[in-house]
């Protein structure tokens, strides 16, 4: 999920966005757009430290340092789990509904098989709150399951990566920049130039210093187009 990832990046760091495309493995062009907020897909942020991707410090070494390339953190290997339901905590056990309703609301995809993984519950409970006949649907508030603390970020994704590729469906993709980019590359420099000359031109006349295009100090070329005021 790298446009998410990237959104998060964007929020609440200061990285530059040449590092954060470098990170993401985007084009700067769409991380501009994500910043600007015009990408064709609202996006909700996605967390790369509590993923496992990130850490503080090197969030701090890049933003002291605009040069420094993010490095991906080697997590530590997953603790395979055995065969068998998921435990969750007794503590825990009243927030299950909450994180079932965020998963089929957010990744209505995502099988019922996959859920009872994910949360460690019965298919009975998942039809229930997906149909809203359970006994406490008018109590249930989604929220994300990994912010409960019923399963890992990892898991998370994985699960919703093999709903959508059992569903032939492709993770969204702002398209506005295919076949295009380099040309806009082109008009942002060529912008960014001209605003350099306007600001030039603008301090030299404040000056009072002669312009290329004056013939005589005051005096200007006739043939030349007048700027834009």
Not at 87 to 96: A, E, M
Not at 200 to 211: F, K, T, Y
């Amino acid at each position: 999920m790298p446009h998410a990832t990237a959104a998060w990046l964007v929020e609440n760091s200061s990285l530059t966005f040449e590092q954060i495309a470098e990170f993401c493995g985007l084009h700067i062009l769409e991380i501009q757009a994500i910043a600007d907020d015009t990408a064709a897909t609202k996006l909700t942020g996605r967390d790369p430290i509590r993923a496992g991707e990130l850490t503080h410090e090197e969030i701090e070494k890049g933003q002291a340092d605009p040069d420094y390339v993010l490095q991906m953190h080697k997590a530590p290997d997953p603790v395979r789990r055995t065969k068998g339901p998921r435990y969750t905590p007794v503590s825990k056990r009243q927030d299950k509904p909450d994180g079932i309703a965020w998963i089929i609301r957010n990744h209505p995809d995502v099988t019922d098989g996959q859920i009872s993984k994910l949360i460690g519950t019965t298919r009975t409970t998942i039809a229930a709150i997906r149909d809203r006949s359970h006994w406490n649907i008018a109590n249930i508030t989604p929220k994300d399951p990994v912010t409960l603390g019923l399963t890992s970020q990892r898991e998370l994704d994985a699960a919703v990566a093999k709903a959508a590729k059992a569903k032939g469906i492709e993770a969204p993709v702002d398209t506005r920049f295919e076949g295009d980019r380099d040309a806009l590359i082109v008009q942002l420099r060529q912008e960014r130039e001209q605003h350099a000359r306007d600001a030039e031109a603008a301090l030299a006349a404040e000056s009072g210093e002669p312009q290329p295009d004056d013939i005589f100090p005051g005096i200007r070329d006739p043939f030349k187009p007048t700027p834009a005021a």
